[in-house]
């Protein structure tokens, strides 16, 4: 299938898409959820993706690169394959590492030189190592080597780290050009996406953006959010960025965020989201629902025989009460965490299709304002 990136509709300057990859087709705006090791913590086969309405799954290059191998996966048919799912999977570069291991890396111009927190072993990642550990995963979407600049980071700091990375994305062109060229290349339609950074400055957030877009890339992310500044400060820099960045690509904000954070980013013009509350929320026991989010643990669940939601169709709620659920989390049974991690991958990914239909009916803004109104109530109500 060739690569077409199809607006549908437009509600402001939120947008509804179709984008049509080799690996199946992605309605957006989309949540990619977030198995990093090709795997969703929480006992979740690809099966359970596919039933709870997953659209794609997002892996991590750095990762995968350090266990279980790059080059083995490939030698295995490639990440689809091993992963056993047939549909659509991005690969974060391993930029974000750049940031999360912040003690242990040392940039240069050429990558960056990190230790791994596995074994302490020195691996050395650049823009051309990043394409080579993508290109033998195969995944659908690869993104460009970056770095992730702390929001709170000195604006000289961000200006060279951004000029770097627009060097670093060049490089990253480039090689992919020459792998996806190559006659045994596990994925040849391979796509990339650049990452916009420039921490919590719009005036280079901006220029970036136009510097980048100039690229005619396949998609492009705006990367460094959700770092330490506050959701205010995001909306600000979506609203100031975003309009810089091709309408007519997708536009996927990194690593973000809640229910809330979701309907604001789509409202400014976001395609794709990703992020690990889902499941890593749901190991701990706390699960989203259109009422706000539930701690599962607290004393007042102990005789609830309801569902975590009402009308919800997860497996979870289908079958079974928050008093069983709670139990299970207390007495530390594995189902307990995977059901709760399945109820909010569900939760998010209905959460996208209700986003999807009101933008099809053109009344997303009032979708929004009830979704986030409903939700503030019923935290307030389950403090």
């Not at 040849?188 to 919590?200: K, R, S, T």
Request: proline share 4%.
């Amino acid at each position: 299938m060739e690569y077409r990136y199809e607006l549908l509709t437009t509600e402001g300057r939120a947008k509804r898409a179709r984008v049509s990859t080799v690996h199946g087709v992605i309605e957006t705006p989309v949540f990619m959820n977030v198995g990093t090791v090709a795997a969703i913590k929480g006992a979740v086969s690809t099966m359970d993706l596919k039933d709870i309405g997953t659209q794609v799954q997002l892996s991590n290059t750095y990762h995968l690169h350090v266990r279980t191998g790059d080059k083995l996966i490939r030698e295995l048919g490639g990440l689809h394959r091993f992963m056993n799912w047939d549909r659509p999977i991005l690969t974060d570069s391993g930029g974000f590492q750049v940031f999360s291991l912040a003690g242990m890396r040392k940039i240069r111009e050429e990558g960056v030189t990190f230790h791994s927190h596995i074994d302490g072993k020195v691996i050395f990642m650049g823009p051309e190592e990043s394409m080579q550990i993508q290109s033998n995963l195969g995944s659908t979407i690869a993104m460009a080597f970056d770095e992730c600049p702390s929001s709170v980071a000195e604006r000289p700091y961000i200006e060279a780290s951004v000029d770097r990375t627009y060097r670093w994305l060049l490089r990253c062109k480039e090689e992919m050009k020459r792998l996806n060229a190559l006659p045994d290349t596990v994925n040849p339609g391979q796509l990339l996406f650049g990452i916009n950074q420039g921490g919590v400055y719009a005036d280079i957030r901006i220029d970036h953006a136009k510097r980048i877009s100039e690229l005619e890339l396949d998609g492009y992310a705006v990367g460094g959010l959700a770092v330490g500044e506050t959701h205010e400060e995001m909306y600000r820099i979506l609203e100031e960025t975003v309009p810089y960045l091709p309408k007519n690509k997708p536009t996927y904000l990194m690593g973000v965020g809640t229910p809330a954070n979701i309907l604001e980013g789509v409202e400014r013009g976001i395609d794709f989201f990703d992020c690990v509350y889902p499941s890593r929320n749901g190991r701990h026991g706390h699960v989203y629902t259109r009422f706000g989010k539930l701690n599962l643990f607290n004393a007042k669940y102990e005789k609830d025989m309801r569902p975590i939601e009402e009308g919800c169709r997860c497996p979870a709620c289908r079958d079974y009460s928050r008093a069983y659920v709670r139990h299970l989390l207390k007495a530390k049974e594995m189902l307990g965490l995977r059901l709760c991690v399945l109820h909010n991958l569900y939760f998010y990914n209905h959460l996208m299709t209700g986003i999807r239909d009101s933008l099809d009916r053109g009344c997303f803004s009032a979708f929004k304002k009830s979704m986030l109104e409903s939700m503030e109530a019923g935290e307030k109500e389950n403090l």
